[in-house]
């Protein structure tokens, strides 16, 4: 087993392939947080992508219309995200313990996607998309689930090992939460979970076993 290694580091490996092994191995899951949010965008609105990466989840949002801003820990996936010209703004920050760069209430939609399980603690980032969305705005998180149990770390065999030339680097950390840890940080925050689905994500190409995640939409302030 490697030692372990950041997801950011991974990335800015990585990047180059991201694109190509995001079609082989199925990752779809920017097509479902799109669908799920289909009925909430609004052209000119602001989109902040948190883990932009090379940009797959924003960039129906642009065809949209909507004005995407995207923050990223890998400065290799943010180069590519920058060549293709989806977002205005691309920032490079660690997600696990800083504070966004932007002011309060200032995005209309906030989404994470395939992001929030690198994080060993989540309250950071959940607090501080919170903070920079404005009243009534939509919030899109998603995680791999923990059914039972405590929140497990464990080395992800699946998303990291996706091709043969990395195969020897996996090493990566990643993070399963239980539902009811996540929902007690939501509990904290001025927001409302308006859905929840548990769905197909991508397919481990070692284990070739399917991986799940589970999507929140929240709203900020609302009816509980
Ligand atoms: C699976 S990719 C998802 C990219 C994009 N959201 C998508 O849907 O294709 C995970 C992204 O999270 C970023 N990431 C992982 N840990 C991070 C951290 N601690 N701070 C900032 N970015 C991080 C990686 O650099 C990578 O771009």
New binding site residues.
Partial sequence: MKPPK???EY?DEFAPEYDKL?IDYY?F??KVMFGMLFDKICPNQKLL?I????G??SEPFKKMGMEIYG????SE?LKICKRKNIAIDLQK????NSRLKYEDEFFDMVIA???LY??ANIENVLAESVRVLKHNGILCINFEELSDGINEEYRNIS?CVISEKLKEKTGVVVYKYNIDYVKNIISKLNVTIKEVLRYFAYKSPTTKEDVYFTLLVLQKGGDR
């Fill in positions: 950041k997801a950011i990335y995001a990752w899951s920017p992508d883990g932009i990466g090379t797959l989840s923050v990223d820990g890998s996936m920050i660690d997600l696990e996607n395939g992001v690198f994080l998303n």
